[in-house]
């Protein structure tokens, strides 16, 4: 499970796992001069970036990636 902070100051929400909340696995903030927002996770093997018309969507984005590289290291495990 994920969870949340925004940064008071920046605005960026910064994403972590629950078992290690002082390390983000990801981050979202707002595009600037644009509508939208820009997304990033951190985590390999599903390291990327990309946007999202809201923040809503881009946290999905990132929660999506995390479940994906929970997936494969789990897969590698077996």
């Not at 093997?45 to 290291?73: I, N, W, Y």
Request: net charge neutral; glycine share 8%; proline share 5%.
């Amino acid at each position: 499970m994920l969870s949340r902070k925004r940064c008071p100051h920046t605005g960026v929400v910064n994403l972590f796992l629950t078992a290690e909340p002082h390390l983000a696995i990801g981050s979202v903030l707002k595009s600037e001069g644009s509508s939208g927002y820009q997304w990033l996770y951190y985590t390999d093997p599903c390291a990327a970036t990309g946007t999202a018309p809201d923040l809503k969507t881009a946290e999905r984005r990132v929660a999506e990636l995390c479940r994906s590289a929970e997936d494969a290291s789990m897969g590698h495990a077996a």
